[in-house]
């Protein structure tokens, strides 16, 4: 069982970064890999990041790869996504989640955390 918090959300101009932070519960963090996701107003959920068990690999949406970068430390218990060059089209409520393997597919994960709101004003 992995109870996930996201942390870090916020409003901020276009252009700007942001890093958010989702932190775990539970001895077995490290052996789940990772994934965010985001579902904006009106829009279904849709696959962000995602980063494997120990960060071997990563895997990113078309629109945001270059500006977004995911990473994990498995010491902390802690899955980031720094996003960088934001634009108005990234607002969104951004949940991290974990599961057996990484795939693009929230169907594929077993936990989710509540989720963190991202507005980005033009």
């Known amino acids: 069982q992995v109870h996930l918090v996201e942390s870090g959300g916020g409003l901020v101009q276009a252009g700007g970064s942001l890093r958010i932070s989702c932190a775990g519960s539970?001895?077995?963090?490290?052996?789940?890999?990772m994934g965010w996701f985001r579902q904006a107003p009106g829009k279904e959920r849709e696959f962000v990041a995602l980063?494997?068990?120990?960060?071997?690999?990563?895997s990113y949406e078309h629109s945001v790869k270059g500006r977004f970068t995911v990473s994990r430390d498995d010491a902390e218990n802690t899955v980031y996504l720094q996003m960088n060059s934001l634009k108005p089209e990234d607002t969104a409520v951004y949940y991290c989640?974990?599961?057996?393997?990484?795939?693009?597919?929230?169907?594929?994960?077993?936990?989710w955390g509540q989720g963190t709101q991202v507005t980005v004003s033009s």
């Open positions: 989640t974990a599961g057996p393997r990484g795939t693009v597919r929230d169907l594929d994960y077993d936990y």
């Open positions: 980063i494997s068990t120990e960060g071997v690999s990563t």
């Open positions: 539970g001895r077995t963090f490290s052996r789940y890999a």
